[in-house]
């Protein structure tokens, strides 16, 4: 079956969306409203392009030397790639099939495991981002709880996925002691994670917030320092060997 995608945009250098050079396909759609988002263009789930998967390989082809030279692949973000994961599995099983290309799936991880059953047995490597540990805190960064995102993180523990995790640092937000030794401890209780990133909040993306004509909830607040990212990574360290004592 042949499927057409939403896409937001594409990248064809990326290199911060996991290992080595990869092509990066930011699709449309996503159900959170982080407040920190960059890409608030990017919700509308009618918004963006309907291209087909021929289209999108027929965009990876040139470049997939380098792609495979450097260690690296295919990134698919958002948006939130999960909401037409039957599109982006085709993708990344002709991805496999023609190039032996890497996979790697950007997600908020807001997806019922199930739905996404196919578009994960394609994946060799899933960026989940917990934007919050604390309930009331995520609901207030996002405007949805986190219980689902945090099923999912278990459920790739389980099924024994290859994961990346990610925290977006945002000053006075989701920085809090409490809250990133809480997230040590979260992941410390996973199988399978090979990374932690902590992903300094910019802003950047302010400017596409005042061109839709949205409030940005996250005015004044300033960007990390290094120090505070250093700081962030410790706490995270600290919370995953509690974690692991504990097991
Ligand atoms: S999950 Fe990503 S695309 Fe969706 S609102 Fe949050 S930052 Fe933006």
Not at 115 to 129: E, G, I, S, Y
Request: net charge negative; with cysteine.
């Amino acid at each position: 079956m042949h499927h057409a995608g939403r896409i937001h945009s594409l990248e064809t250098f990326g290199t911060v969306d996991g290992p080595g050079i990869r092509f990066v396909l930011f699709m449309q759609g996503c159900a959170l409203q982080c407040a920190y988002c960059h890409n608030p263009d990017s919700w509308d789930t009618k918004g963006g392009q309907l291209r087909s998967v021929d289209e999108i390989l027929a965009e990876i082809e040139p470049y997939v030397p380098f792609y495979k030279r450097s260690g690296g692949g295919i990134t698919v973000t958002g948006g939130e790639p999960t909401l037409q994961a039957p599109f982006v599995a085709e993708l990344f099983e002709k991805c496999k099939e023609r190039w032996g290309l890497h996979t790697a799936l950007d997600s908020s991880g807001f997806c019922d495991p199930y739905h996404a059953k196919r578009l994960l047995d394609a994946t060799d490597l899933v960026l989940l981002d917990l934007k919050m540990i604390d309930r009331a805190g995520h609901e207030h960064l996002t405007l949805q709880p986190n219980d689902r995102i945090l099923a999912f993180a278990r459920h790739l523990s389980d099924a024994g996925a290859k994961m990346w995790i990610r925290r977006v640092l945002v000053p006075g937000w989701t920085d809090g002691l409490s809250e990133l030794l809480a997230l040590g401890e979260f992941i410390g209780e996973l199988n399978g994670v090979e990374k932690v990133e902590v992903l300094p909040y910019h802003r950047m993306g302010v400017y596409k917030w005042e061109q839709l004509g949205r409030a940005y909830r996250l005015e004044g607040v300033s960007e990390p320092s290094p120090d505070e990212v250093e700081r962030a990574y410790r706490l995270i360290e600290q919370g995953k060997r509690a974690a692991k004592a504990a097991r």
